[in-house]
């Protein structure tokens, strides 16, 4: 179970967005990228974001390239899931393969600051600010296994090999 509160951005929130690419020079220290997450979408974000908190975006987000470690250092921040209306395909599958859950659902439905808790496996999100309870599409088993490892990497690591 996943619990937090949302920080909501609007549609087409690109990889340039979430990491800008005058910050390229600190793709090799990553604990620093994540202190500038998101800041053209929002300069207060990475000071304002906790352990367990969730991005809330519209459509279309993480298009343009795919840079890997925009998944990442959203992860490092502390954000435990993205929720968004639709989600750039690459976006999506370097999402899961860095352990950080992407979730599609209707997102005009939570508010800023609202407070969530997120069942991954049974697809539920229970709004606790305004009583809500919305629902995703549910996470294919193996997809799953691969969050609950932490992602790809250690997935790989542990099992060796894909058990679908």
Known sequence: MLKGKTFKFGDNISTDLIV???LAGLR???????????EDADPTFASKVKKGD???GGSN????SSREHAP???KMAGVSAILAKSVAR???RNS???GLPILICETSLIDEGDELEVDLAAGNIQDLTNGRSLTFGKIPPVML????????LPYIKKYGDFKL
């Open 20 to 22: 800008p690419g005058r």
């Open 90 to 92: 690459i976006f999506f």
């Open 28 to 38: 090799s220290n990553l604990p620093e990228l994540a202190k500038h997450v998101l």
């Open 145 to 152: 296994n691969i969050l609950n490892e932490g992602g790809l």
């Open 72 to 74: 990442l250092v959203i």
């Open 54 to 56: 969730f991005v809330v």
């Open 61 to 64: 987000f993480g298009l343009g």
């Open 96 to 98: 899961i393969n860095q």
